[in-house]
């Protein structure tokens, strides 16, 4: 099965109960990270890959994810805490 970004957050999302549109996957610098506001509170975001089809299956984006969101001690009610949050920017 060919991997996609949408295939592995899709994933991710329906494993962890995330709404889809707080959780990315987009690559800087050559290498892909999670984005949007849940990945903003996770402690690391880099996956250190290059390439959506290298040598990880789904279940291995499953499993760094996991690795990654358990090391940020965040609520379990991942949703409500994005929802808990006052994401506007001010300007000084």
Known sequence: MRLTKQK?????????NIK???LDLDKFEGEYYWSGKLAAL???????????????????WQKHFERILA???LP???NAYVESIDWSVEDD
Do not use: F, G
């Open 42 to 60: 996770l402690n690391e975001t880099c996956t250190y890959k290059r390439t959506l089809n290298s040598n990880w299956t789904l279940v291995d």
């Open 71 to 73: 090391a940020s001690d």
């Open 76 to 78: 379990s009610d991942l």
């Open 20 to 22: 889809p549109e707080y």
């Open 8 to 16: 592995i957050v899709t994933a991710v999302c329906v494993k962890h």
